[in-house]
Nanobody, 112 residues
Framework: QVQLVESGGGLVQPGGSLRLSCVAS????????MAWHRQAPGKQRELVAVITSGSITSYAYSVKGRLTISRDNAKNTVYLQMNSLKPEDTAVYYCRTSSGKWGQGTKVTVSP
């Protein structure tokens, strides 16, 4: 069964950058579409970005142009490069496989 482990969250000032990583166990990673979701305090979880097995990407309107999803199948890893961060990007970020497996989340706080 696939296990996902996110890392890379932390505290960053507005305008700063972070790169989140999600490492998957198992040998089927390259066949999955992968997604990043986030959940801000008091809000519903929302889809942020998706990357297909063929590396086609799509983004939520609120993050387009600032966040970039990518993958390295040799490392079983999906990334979320986050630039020009805003306080409203503060949330717990989760990765998910197209088979429905979730990671435990990594917290991102954007604050002066």
């Amino acid at each position: 069964q696939v296990q996902l482990v996110e890392s890379g969250g932390g505290l960053v000032q507005p305008g700063g950058s972070l790169r989140l990583s999600c490492v998957a166990s198992g040998s089927a990673f390259s066949t999955y579409s992968m997604a990043w979701h986030r959940q801000a305090p008091g809000k519903q979880r929302e889809l942020v970005a998706v990357i297909t097995s063929g590396s086609i990407t799509s983004y939520a309107y609120s993050v387009k142009g600032r966040l970039t999803i990518s993958r390295d199948n040799a490392k079983n890893t999906v990334y979320l490069q986050m630039n020009s961060l805003k306080p409203e990007d503060t949330a717990v970020y989760y990765c998910r496989t197209s088979s429905g497996k979730w990671g435990q989340g990594t917290k991102v706080t954007v604050s002066p």
